[in-house]
């Protein structure tokens, strides 16, 4: 385990400033998530860190130790990427064993770190096969068993569920949670995906622009979001923001300087016309099982998605009133800045 503290971290590509200026630590053991949209430095900043990238100032840390002009061998950190990178004619303990033997590793160690990584990963009846025989979900498996085995004192993740499909990262984000659960070990993980961000971390990093949004639990970035950018980054589906002065709304207890309003989307229920706080018309119904969907068109123009009751007798065109609950409504000023209420 270690910390891993950044310090006013730059990263410039000649003229253009991708990463500003960033602050951070990440604590012994922790389980830290880099996420944002395409764009927002996520990537870079962790090749920063592992030492991919050379920062153009500030300094990086590893356990109080300065590494920032380090090389990635040196900085002992192990890199997991989108990429399985996998050599495809050596079997699975041979790609494991690979950067031991770089090492100059004991046969025999090398062989008891491999075997023991590999029960734990439940790669042992895979270890003869090539890369060409395994699924999309155990090659991840060895390309993370490969990261293991070198007993690094963090873990790197680069979006490594991206090349699977949506069954497989369901499975693959149990097994990194349960992995984590079992290692114990620090670990920062870059992701796109706001759901893989809420279900593997202790702490959420929201980037835009190569800035900082705001870190935290990602209980606390989906109820208190610092601006507008987290509130629609953070759930799915996303916040539903309104002007302030949208027609109907009772304003009375939102504080000066409010320039709009948002509402999560199972914080609303509908009713009937001249009931709710708004009325509108339903445009679309969607019914996923578990959740019914309604997306209601105000009189502005303005949309809302309502997370309904799965029995829900919603229907295309149906005029509807929707109802707030107030004390879920959030309020940011002109800038997007959240606002207390």
Do not use: W
Request: no cysteine; hydrophobic share 45%; glycine share 8%.
């Amino acid at each position: 385990m270690a910390i891993i503290e950044l310090k006013s971290v730059r990263k410039s590509f000649g003229a253009v400033n991708i990463i500003p200026g960033v602050d951070l630590k990440v604590e012994h053991g922790e389980f830290v998530v880099f996420v944002g949209p395409s764009g927002s430095g996520k990537s870079t900043l962790l090749r920063l860190v592992a030492g991919l990238e050379e920062a153009t100032g500030g300094a990086i840390l590893i356990d109080g130790r300065e590494v920032t002009a380090l090389g990635p061998a040196e900085r002992e950190l192990a890199m997991v990427f989108q990429s399985y990178a996998l050599y495809p004619h050596k079997t699975v303990r041979a790609n494991m064993s690979f950067g031991l033997e770089v090492a100059k590793v004991p046969r025999e160690e090398i062989k008891e770190q491999v075997d023991k990584v590999a029960a734990l990963l439940q790669l042992t009846n895979l270890l003869e096969r090539k890369p060409r025989e395994l699924s999309g979900g155990q090659r991840q498996r060895v390309a993370i068993g490969r990261a293991i085995v070198r007993e690094p004192v963090a873990f790197m993740f680069d979006e490594p569920l991206s090349n699977l499909d949506a069954a497989l990262r369901i499975e693959m984000r149990l097994e990194i949670a349960k992995l984590h659960q079992r290692l114990g070990a620090t670990m920062i993980y870059v992701t796109h995906d706001q759901t893989e961000a809420m279900t593997l971390a202790d702490r959420i990093v929201v980037l835009d622009k190569g800035i900082i949004q705001q870190t935290g639990s990602p209980l606390e970035l989906y109820e208190r979001p610092a601006n507008l950018f987290v509130a629609q980054f953070i759930g799915s589906p996303k916040m539903n923001v309104l002007p302030a002065q949208v027609a109907g709304m009772s304003l009375a207890h939102m504080p000066a300087g409010a320039a709009h309003i948002g509402i999560r989307p199972e914080d609303i229920s509908l009713s009937a016309p001249g009931e709710g706080h708004l009325d509108g018309r339903i445009d679309v119904v969607e019914r996923l099982g578990s959740d019914t969907f309604a997306y209601v068109t105000l009189a502005d123009g303005s949309l809302v998605t309502v997370r309904a009751p799965r029995d829900s007798a919603a229907a295309m065109g149906d005029a509807v009133g929707i109802r707030f609950q107030p004390r879920r409504v959030h309020a940011f000023d002109q800038s997007g800045k959240s606002l207390t209420i």
